[in-house]
């Protein structure tokens, strides 16, 4: 089982931009469904962004149209795209295999990344 490793959080005003990047232990491409999750305190987790194995896409609505993941196979690595950021997309991120009922895998859970928007 592929475990991930996320990195490229950090602080960013409003309006900035972060790329964040997780990398599999294993084959990325074999994974059928993959995705970014986001966990805030005091908050529910959330499936920000999804990508299947065949390339189809899917957002979280508070993301659509700021928020792009993709995948590159042979670098086994999982992108997301991050713009026009608000004080509200602050939160831990992890990237994890995405289950039938839409949760994380947890082992593949990776230790996540810290993305605060601040002014």
């Known amino acids: 089982q592929a475990q991930f490793v996320e990195s490229g959080g950090g602080l960013v005003q409003p309006g900035g931009a972060l790329r964040l990047s997780c990398v599999a232990s294993?084959?990325?491409?074999?994974?059928?469904?993959v995705g970014w999750y986001r966990q805030a305190p005091g908050k529910q987790r959330e499936l920000v962004a999804h990508?299947?194995?065949?390339?189809?896409?899917g957002y979280h609505d508070s993301v659509k149209g700021r928020f792009t993941i993709s995948r590159d196979n042979a670098k086994n690595t999982l992108y997301l795209q991050m713009n026009n950021l608000k004080p509200e997309d602050t939160a831990v991120y992890h990237c994890?295999?995405?289950?039938?009922?839409?949760?994380?895998?947890?082992?593949?859970w990776g230790q996540g990344t810290q993305v605060t928007v601040s002014s």
């Open positions: 990508i299947f194995f065949t390339g189809v896409l």
């Open positions: 994890a295999r995405v289950q039938s009922d839409g949760g994380p895998d947890l082992d593949t």
């Open positions: 294993g084959s990325l491409a074999e994974i059928y469904k």
